[in-house]
């Protein structure tokens, strides 16, 4: 099998996992802004509740938007190789380092994205506060009100919330097999390079002696 088509198959995998990241991530987004809607507006009138999903939302923001990236980066890449008029730049060693570098910060990024939303699915729950009027209910009545409602603030009984956090993992994986995959293309293209120009090197320096002896 060419590193060509291996190159492609990871970069491809890296482009739809990202996608389908960026997707979910944002899907999430909006789905814990519209049940907190919902959950809110069956409340009796003068009750307000405050839900503070603040750190997963943003944690899970960072990620889709890491994905999106990745995404982008892959396809970018994909067009190099697969495009002729693209394909021949893509041969040169600084494009190959753009490339990499670039899908190794965001891959490094997305890891450390994903270390903090992990724990937080895990381990936190939505801190609610409830208001009547101006008065503070205490946590234990509010946890009796969750109760009675059927509902949880904890964030792992989320279903979307759960595709948030196991999906991008798999982004993260094909992202780093790509950055590998890519640094090596670029460890051959340098070489390449190098053993072209100790070969143009050569050529120089037969011409130069056929020279001196003709003279």
Known sequence: MSFKIVHLASLFLAFAFGVAGACIGLNALIKAGKQTKSETSSLPSGTTVVIDTAEVRV?????AGL????????????????????????????????????????????????VPLTLFFETHSAGVTAFIGSLEVPAAV?????????????YKTIPYLRLLVILPWFTFLFAAVATGVSFFGLRRASASAEASKSVDDDDEKITAHETTIAV
């Open 59 to 63: 944690a899970g923001g960072i990620v």
């Open 142 to 154: 509010v946890q009796e009100f969750e109760r009675a409602l059927g509902i949880s603030a904890a």
């Open 67 to 114: 994905c999106l990236g990745i995404a982008i980066n892959a396809l970018i890449s994909i067009l190099f190789i697969v495009i002729p008029a693209c394909a021949r730049k893509n041969r040169s060693s600084s494009t190959l380092l753009v490339q990499s570098i670039n899908f190794l910060i965001l891959t490094l990024g997305l890891f450390a994205a994903l």
